[in-house]
């Protein structure tokens, strides 16, 4: 099972990015999943989830209103559409799915992907 980002970069401050989440060895149509972010040294922390059935997303208030996230079930992939972007947006990126639905939590999911770095330029 794996989960694999990409997308990540740098940018300048209120530009965008598109990150994505390719998701192979089973199907992750019935998983919530979700996007985390981490700083060096400090804990990872939610960005934003999205249900199993795309039909509810979930955001940190941190990033409500300049990011979405979407998901394809049918190609097992999650987006995370990033606007207006921070330099405080600046993290290593992470994609996750969580069998028990989605939770600001990550002790509550199952499988990680590797990150994808996105920095962003004031």
């Given at each position: 099972v ?24 089973r199907?992750f149509s ?14 990872r ?25 979407s998901?394809?079930s049918?190609?097992n ?18 994609c996750?799915?969580?069998q ?8 509550f ?14």
């Amino acid at each position: 099972v794996q989960l694999v980002e990409s997308g990540g970069g740098l940018v300048q401050a209120g530009g965008s990015l598109r990150l994505s989440c390719a998701a192979s060895g089973r199907t992750f149509s019935s998983f919530a999943m979700a996007w985390f972010r981490q700083v060096a040294g400090k804990e990872r922390k939610f960005v934003a989830a999205i249900t199993w059935s795309g039909g509810i997303a979930n955001y940190d208030d941190s990033v409500k209103g300049r990011f979405i996230i979407s998901r394809d079930s049918a190609k097992n992939s999650v987006a995370l559409q990033m606007n207006s972007l921070k330099p405080e947006d600046t993290a290593v990126y992470y994609c996750a799915a969580a069998q028990s639905g989605w939770s600001r939590a990550d002790q509550f999911y199952d499988y990680w992907g590797q990150g994808t770095q996105v920095t962003v330029n004031s």
